[in-house]
């Protein structure tokens, strides 16, 4: 998330721009605008850094704050007792906090949910595991079960983000490499009793503890069983695509460049080096011990420049909601201190396109200002909101026209259906986006089947 070093020149980078990143630009050739906007969701929380759902609960989430607390929101209205209140116990230091929050497939069942976070007394990071209240959904129990500390030096570059892998169940845990500059202590190509700077993959299925996945790279040889891919600095957002399962890591950079990683299956990223402290992107530092023409090192899927500039990309979703089809496949993500939204789509392992959001976003609605996103979030309905971290605002992502409205007319109607038909016509076998409306980088009968399913829906 944020460093330390940016909060002194927020007020002189807030207008900076980026070298590499995309320029305002259209989602769609030919589109006058984005077409989208942000509203407020909820208000009135304390230095928020991240929001999920639990699977299939499409009425609550929860938010977690840095400093210990996690509320409920259920049917949009916030829940007056957190959660869970850890704010006794975890430090908040530097960077440290809240740092992850994640519900297991079968958490309805289960009521079994996990945390990671900074410990106060000595700021090691822990991952535990709770239970929901057997009388309350919206309470869980004070029990905790620790199942991981790793400790740390420095209160910087934590990581600690959790998500499940939607194919093989399995929890996810990044970690940073442990803070100061160019990884002094060798943490991020460490792979032997090192969990820093790592991807960790755990079994939690069992009762008690963890097991190892047999799949994992690194069993039975000279790594620690628990990592699934290294070389990373700081990631403090990772996210799997919920279609196509796609890992996508936002992984903070140093001096040079802010990096977005991305693996279109998960094992695809097993033993996988992402290259720090030797590379950060595809910038070689040229440090002792680092030979940078290694093949081993797997290079991101797109990278900014800092370009003399404090950054902080904050990584986010691959869009699969219905409610902007012209965004379905495309990985929205942020920067925490350069305040700006973008999003790129992948077509055959390619980055296609990459389109700049954020003035769209602030001139399409009531929200006209926004920055500082800690976190992205999804809901159980793939709507995509933004955590502003100073201002304990939710946004939440939303269309300007209803789905079905093709031609942007303001009502939906047959027009909406010769609209499309001409546009998909015009790309049939030319190539092209703007058609696509399945996501699935591809012009095709499908795309008039989904459209008509949609058009319907509108009506």
């Known amino acids: 998330m944020l460093r330390e070093k940016s909060r002194a020149v927020l007020a002189t980078i807030a207008g900076a721009a980026i070298g590499t990143a ?8 030919g589109d006058e605008h984005d077409e989208v906007a942000i509203e407020l969701f909820m208000d009135g929380f304390v230095a928020p850094v991240y929001m999920c759902s639990p699977p299939g609960d499409i009425h609550r989430l929860f938010v977690m704050e840095r400093g210990g607390a996690v509320l409920a929101i259920e049917h949009r209205v916030r829940k007056e007792m957190p959660f869970l209140d850890l704010s006794g116990q975890v430090g908040v230091s530097g960077e440290q906090g809240m740092l992850g929050l994640a519900f297991p497939p079968d958490y309805v069942q289960s009521g079994v949910f996990y945390v990671c976070y900074s410990r106060i007394t000595d700021g090691a990071t822990v991952l535990s595991r709770f239970r929901r209240s057997a009388q309350d959904p919206n309470i869980a129990g004070t029990a905790e079960e620790v199942l991981l500390v790793i400790p740390q030096t420095f209160d910087n570059h934590k990581g600690g983000c959790l998500q499940f892998g939607p194919y093989d169940g399995y929890l996810y845990m990044s970690t940073g490499d442990g803070g100061g500059e160019y990884d002094p202590e060798e943490n991020a190509q460490d792979i032997s009793d090192n969990l820093r700077g790592k991807m960790l993959r755990l079994d939690v299925s069992i009762v008690t503890g963890y097991a190892i996945p047999p799949d994992n790279p690194f069993v039975g040889g000279s790594g620690d069983d ?15 695509d919920r279609w196509m399962g796609s890992l996508y890591i936002g992984d903070v950079g140093q001096a040079s460049r802010e990096e977005v990683n991305r693996f279109l299956a998960p094992s695809q990223a097993a033993g996988a080096n992402m290259g720090w402290p030797c590379m950060e992107g595809t910038v070689c530092h040229g440090l002792v011990g680092c030979t940078c023409a290694t093949p081993n090192f797997t290079p991101p899927i797109y990278e900014y420049d800092h370009e ?27 920067d925490f201190v350069l305040g700006r939204v973008w999003s790129f789509k992948l077509c055959n392992g ?30 159980e309905n793939a709507e995509l909101y933004l955590l502003e971290y100073f201002t ?3 946004l939440k992502i939303v269309p300007q026209f209803s789905p079905g409205d093709w031609d942007r007319s303001g009502t939906v109607g047959s027009a909406d259906i010769t ?16 058609a696509d409306f399945d996501g699935n980088c591809a012009v095709g009968s499908a795309d008039i089947t989904a459209f008509l399913q949609t058009w319907f829906a509108s009506l």
């Open 226 to 240: 628990e990592i699934f891919m290294y070389g990373l600095r700081n990631p403090w957002r990772f996210s799997f």
């Open 22 to 29: 995309a320029t305002p630009c259209r989602v769609m050739a």
């Open 419 to 434: 609209s499309f038909l001409s546009d998909w016509f015009s790309e049939l076998g030319a190539g092209g986006t703007r």
């Open 350 to 379: 390619q980055l296609t396109d990459l389109c700049e959001h954020t003035d769209d976003l602030k001139t399409g609605g009531a929200v006209t200002e926004f920055g500082f996103i800690s976190s992205m979030a999804e809901d």
């Open 308 to 334: 003399g500039s404090v950054t902080s990309i904050t990584g986010g979703y691959v869009y699969r909601s219905n409610s902007i089809p012209r965004w379905r496949g495309r990985y929205v993500f942020a």
């Open 392 to 394: 304990g605002r939710i």
